[in-house]
């Protein structure tokens, strides 16, 4: 995510860490490389100028050329900025209602049905709330299918009505249905459609004034960069719609749209799409993303991804086998699975302070795991359970039915034993002698 650009900043930025003398010159070199990696990540020309003045300006104010490390002020200053340009604060939805309204507009393309349906898991989840799903798309083929395969996904109603083709009338019908069976949340999943088309723009704005949404949403592929911000501005003339949904953002290595958007709408992004699973959905955290942005990672963000996965019974069971060094590679398999649940591993390794520094160019994503599990799955239970009865032989037939060499299982066996002593360590507190192993791993 934004790899270009942080790999860009970073290089800019490099010049003022430390404690070297810093000019007013230098400062300026500095900003202008920032404002071209700014450019380059497809970000608003005008925004880009407005960024570089604002920090220029608060660097002079704040004495940066004084200071004894002028290089991690300067960074802390660009860091403070790119909040501010993103929003400064994460703004949620406004669910205060009794029957909250939630209105999904966007071009086609952009992805509104499948984040419907992941936003309807997420007020579950989160908010627990009861949600209903409104199928208002009635031009794109099994655009209705599409939806109601999602919501049998996900064990979420949907309200549709093929006879019917006024997307107005079904969307006014939908909320009266919603009234009736309980529901206290209404997701309506619109046509994407063109701003250029005035028909088509004329029936968002009449399905909006009909139902009067408390949320209006603006669903954008951010992989569109500026385009994207364009067509933003088209639909808030419209609209004024409440806040923006960035989608596909796992795959957006510019972040131009990301960067752009508050500033040239106004309007918060509340919420962000890293991938294709259902609960592959993140509220957006402008401080948070400006230290990812930057190289510094996510760490709370990780957290709270953990926790989600985290299952307190399995986890005291777990605890249980270590003490006990009874810890096998089921137990190993299970771990890997549930990494991999959290989502993309690249993204993942981003949110930790430094790791991405560290990996440089090195390729690591859900595949990587990929001739563990292989050499896992050739062995018997009896050897996944007692590691330590896989012998020389044992070792010839594991490598033959995964189809990889045997010092690719020895290096697994190897680091699945000093996972186990650093698990052990760790359940006794042992921290000195945890950091003896580790240096010893290197």
């Given at each position: 995510?934004?790899?270009?650009?942080?790999?860009?900043?970073?290089?800019?930025?490099?010049?003022?860490?430390?404690?070297?003398?810093?000019?007013?010159?230098?400062?300026?070199?500095?900003?202008?490389?920032?404002?071209?990696?700014?450019?380059?990540?497809?970000?608003?020309?005008?925004?880009?100028?407005?960024?570089?003045?604002?920090?220029?300006?608060?660097?002079?104010?704040?004495?940066?050329?004084?200071?004894?490390?002028?290089?991690?002020?300067?960074?802390?200053?660009?860091?403070?900025?790119?909040?501010?340009?993103?929003?400064?604060?994460?703004?949620?939805?406004?669910?205060?209602?009794?029957?909250?309204?939630?209105?999904?507009?966007?071009?086609?393309?952009?992805?509104?049905?499948?984040?419907?349906?992941?936003?309807?898991?997420?007020?579950?989840?989160?908010?627990?709330?009861?949600?209903?799903?409104?199928?208002?798309?009635?031009?794109?083929?099994?655009?209705?299918?599409?939806?109601?395969?999602?919501?049998?996904?996900?064990?979420?109603?949907?309200?549709?009505?093929?006879?019917?083709?006024?997307?107005?009338?079904?969307?006014?019908?939908?909320?009266?249905?919603?009234?009736?069976?309980?529901?206290?949340?209404?997701?309506?999943?619109?046509?994407?459609?063109?701003?250029?088309?005035?028909?088509?723009?004329?029936?968002?704005?009449?399905?909006?004034?009909?139902?009067?949404?408390?949320?209006?949403?603006?669903?954008?592929?951010?992989?569109?960069?500026?385009?994207?911000?364009?067509?933003?501005?088209?639909?808030?003339?419209?609209?004024?719609?409440?806040?923006?949904?960035?989608?596909?953002?796992?795959?957006?290595?510019?972040?131009?749209?990301?960067?752009?958007?508050?500033?040239?709408?106004?309007?918060?992004?509340?919420?962000?799409?890293?991938?294709?699973?259902?609960?592959?959905?993140?509220?957006?955290?402008?401080?948070?993303?400006?230290?990812?942005?930057?190289?510094?990672?996510?760490?709370?963000?990780?957290?709270?991804?953990?926790?989600?996965?985290?299952?307190?019974k399995q986890a005291r069971i777990l605890n249980k086998k270590i003490a006990k060094s009874q810890f096998g590679f089921d137990d190993f398999l299970d771990q890997i699975k549930k990494i991999k649940q959290m989502g993309n591993i690249k993204d993942m390794v981003g949110m930790i302070?430094?790791?991405?520094?560290?990996?440089?160019?090195?390729?690591?994503?859900?595949?990587?795991?990929?001739?563990?599990?292989?050499?896992?799955?050739?062995?018997?239970?009896?050897?996944?359970?007692?590691?330590?009865?896989?012998?020389?032989?044992?070792?010839?037939?594991?490598?033959?039915?995964?189809?990889?060499?045997?010092?690719?299982?020895?290096?697994?066996?190897?680091?699945?034993?000093?996972?186990?002593?650093?698990?052990?360590?760790?359940?006794?507190?042992?921290?000195?002698?945890?950091?003896?192993?580790?240096?010893?791993?290197?």
């Amino acid at each position: 995510m934004f790899n270009n650009l942080t790999d860009k900043l970073n290089s800019a930025l490099k010049v003022l860490k430390g404690q070297g003398k810093i000019t007013e010159i230098n400062v300026a070199e500095t900003l202008k490389e920032v404002r071209r990696a700014l450019l380059e990540a497809d970000v608003n020309f005008k925004t880009a100028k407005e960024f570089t003045s604002n920090v220029k300006e608060k660097a002079i104010g704040q004495n940066v050329l004084t200071t004894l490390n002028p290089g991690q002020l300067m960074v802390k200053i660009v860091k403070d900025e790119l909040t501010n340009l993103m929003g400064g604060n994460s703004v949620g939805l406004n669910l205060s209602n009794s029957l909250t309204i939630i209105l999904m507009s966007g071009l086609q393309g952009s992805g509104k049905t499948t984040f419907s349906g992941k936003l309807a898991k997420y007020l579950i989840s989160k908010k627990s709330k009861n949600p209903l799903l409104v199928a208002c798309d009635v031009y794109r083929p099994a655009a209705i299918d599409q939806l109601n395969i999602l919501g049998e996904q996900l064990g979420v109603e949907v309200y549709s009505d093929e006879n019917e083709k006024n997307p107005v009338k079904i969307a006014i019908d939908s909320i009266a249905y919603a009234n009736k069976n309980g529901k206290n949340t209404v997701i309506i999943d619109t046509a994407g459609r063109l701003a250029i088309d005035e028909k088509m723009m004329n029936e968002i704005k009449e399905i909006h004034q009909a139902v009067n949404p408390n949320e209006t949403l603006f669903v954008v592929d951010s992989m569109t960069g500026q385009d994207a911000v364009n067509t933003a501005k088209a639909f808030n003339d419209i609209l004024n719609f409440d806040g923006v949904i960035l989608t596909k953002l796992d795959g957006d290595t510019r972040g131009g749209a990301a960067l752009s958007i508050k500033s040239v709408v106004n309007k918060p992004i509340k919420f962000v799409g890293t991938g294709e699973k259902m609960d592959a959905i993140d509220v957006f955290h402008p401080e948070r993303m400006a230290d990812r942005i930057l190289g510094m990672g996510d760490i709370v963000s990780l957290v709270e991804k953990a926790q989600d996965f985290y299952d307190e019974k399995q986890a005291r069971i777990l605890n249980k086998k270590i003490a006990k060094s009874q810890f096998g590679f089921d137990d190993f398999l299970d771990q890997i699975k549930k990494i991999k649940q959290m989502g993309n591993i690249k993204d993942m390794v981003g949110m930790i302070p430094g790791a991405s520094k560290a990996m440089g160019d090195t390729e690591i994503d859900n595949d990587s795991f990929k001739h563990i599990e292989a050499l896992i799955y050739s062995m018997t239970p009896k050897e996944r359970s007692n590691p330590k009865i896989i012998d020389v032989s044992r070792k010839k037939r594991i490598s033959k039915g995964s189809g990889l060499n045997i010092q690719e299982l020895n290096k697994l066996i190897k680091q699945f034993e000093q996972m186990s002593k650093m698990m052990k360590m760790m359940q006794g507190g042992g921290s000195n002698k945890l950091m003896q192993m580790m240096q010893g791993m290197k």
